[in-house]
């Protein structure tokens, strides 16, 4: 079965991406279209360039010292992090690639925060649409596209149905990441989790760090950022899926990890696993 699908925002949330489109595939559908909004993007762009597999490999190896050597930390106040090691790597993986030369159709979503209107990256450099798409307003720097100032495409549009409406497929399915499920049991074989266990504590300073700059505040600057983000596009969805409804919505579990939690990539990756399963099970009766 021919089907488009919408691959949603979320941060790190987005892995449950991989997951879900895994098992799709071994069940047989043809995912013949992708649209998606930030880790949406990204996931959806590397998979339609044949690079889903090598980056799952890389993220689910990455240890504390791989992730301090990709933190390109920026001067430029709009943002703290420039990108630019991280799409070098994802260069890496799938070298130049345009967009109208995937072998699916494909469309990325971004924000033009000066006009205040969704820009759909449908042509041109693959790598620059995703970056501009996962441009997390504060955390990475915005991109400066054909005179257009780009953030992440969540802030408009967090589950972008609306490119696949005149997709000719039979079936459009949606991946929401802020779900009401709760979170599965999943076992994280030990390497993994010792891995895991590395980054967080690593993390964790970061943070403590974060908050000892706002005077022992409960909650840093981007904690206050992340919440509010998730919260903004939490309401979009619902008014974003009434007007603009799949044939199918699978959920992940908002509460399966945190924005910035890219460190538990194993458990978000099968937690979409598992949600794609119950979606494949419901089908099936």
Request: with cysteine; hydrophobic share 45%; net charge negative.
């Amino acid at each position: 079965m021919r089907v488009s699908l919408v691959l949603g925002s979320g941060g790190a949330r987005g892995y449950a991406h991989i997951g879900v489109i895994e098992e799709l595939e071994g069940a047989g559908f043809e995912i013949a279209s992708i649209s998606g909004a930030s880790m949406g993007a990204l996931i959806g762009g590397l998979y339609a360039a044949g690079g889903l597999e090598a980056y799952k490999e890389w993220v689910l190896g990455l240890d504390v010292w791989d992730v301090a050597a990709l933190l390109d930390i920026s001067f430029d106040k709009r943002g703290l992090i420039k990108g630019e090691k991280v799409f070098a790597k994802l260069h890496e993986i799938v070298g130049d690639v345009r967009i109208e030369e995937l072998p699916i159709k494909y469309t990325a979503v971004a924000t033009d925060i000066e006009q205040n209107k969704e820009v759909w990256f449908q042509e041109g450099d693959l790598l620059q649409a995703i970056r501009a798409s996962i441009s997390i307003p504060s955390f990475f720097t915005p991109v400066l596209v054909g005179g257009r100032l780009l953030v992440d495409g969540g802030v408009l549009n967090p589950l972008p149905v609306a490119p696949t409406m005149s997709d000719h497929t039979q079936m459009t399915i949606a991946v929401n990441l802020y779900g009401e499920w709760q979170t599965p049991s999943i076992e994280v074989p030990k390497e993994h989790r010792e891995r895991q266990e590395r980054l967080a504590k690593a993390l964790q300073k970061l943070a403590e760090y974060a908050k000892s700059l706002t005077k022992d505040e409960e909650y840093s600057f981007f904690d206050i950022v992340s919440l509010s983000f998730d919260a903004m596009q939490k309401t979009l969805i619902r008014y974003r899926l009434a007007g603009y409804p799949p044939d199918h919505l699978i959920e992940i579990p908002q509460n399966i990890c945190g924005t910035y939690d890219f460190h538990k990539a194993y458990e978000v990756i099968e937690a979409g696993r598992q949600a794609a399963r119950r979606f494949l099970a419901e089908a099936e009766r």
